[in-house]
């Protein structure tokens, strides 16, 4: 694998995942409608906003691969890493804090603008700036249930509409599979 780096040093994207727009009207791309924008300050959640082409999962869900190994040479630059380590690929639990240190895939995707332009506008225009991220992988049927929630009742560093959740799949999320 080479070389381990901590990418949280790098303050910038590090591969072409994404093409960050070069003027401001190539922003307008990424614009969440005025109906979108409404619908979240009225029911506190945005659905069916398509952050990740097929190529960007792609590469996304390789780099998972990757990561899940409790061997992985970057092992280490994990915030937090609970797996069961399950041999059957299709019963692995897994949850990570950190990992966006240690691919270049989850480390741009923090620098996604159809993310970036969303969480801005969700925001009433204020600044955005990353704090936390989390990666769980749990197949259907296994493990917890997390009932439908809104995280501010679980971060409550902020004052009410100061930062919000953005939860992205990397594969479909339907009633049939959990």
């Not at 790098?10 to 727009?21: A, D, E, I, M």
């Not at 307008?28 to 029911?43: C, I, K, M, S, W």
């Not at 480390?107 to 700036?129: C, S, T």
Request: charged share 25%.
């Amino acid at each position: 694998m080479g070389e381990i780096f901590d990418l949280a040093n790098r303050h910038r994207p590090v591969s072409n995942l994404f093409n960050w727009p070069k003027t401001k009207g190539d922003w307008d791309q990424y614009r969440l409608t005025d109906e979108q924008v409404a619908h979240f300050h009225d029911q506190g959640y945005l659905s069916g906003v398509k952050l990740l082409d097929d190529h960007q999962v792609e590469l996304l869900c390789k780099d998972l691969e990757k990561i899940v190994d409790p061997e992985h040479p970057a092992h280490d630059l994990f915030y937090e890493f609970h797996s069961n380590e399950s041999k059957d690929p299709n019963s692995v639990l897994f949850h990570s804090l950190g990992h966006w240190r240690i691919t270049e895939g989850f480390h741009d995707v923090l620098w996604n603008p159809a993310f970036v332009m969303a969480a801005h506008q969700l925001l009433e225009e204020k600044p955005v700036r990353f704090w936390h991220d989390q990666l769980f992988c749990k197949p259907a049927e296994h493990g917890g249930v997390v009932a439908w929630h809104q995280d501010y009742s679980y971060w409550t560093r902020t004052i009410a509409m100061q930062h919000l959740t953005c939860w992205t799949a990397l594969d479909d999320a339907t009633t049939e599979n959990g």
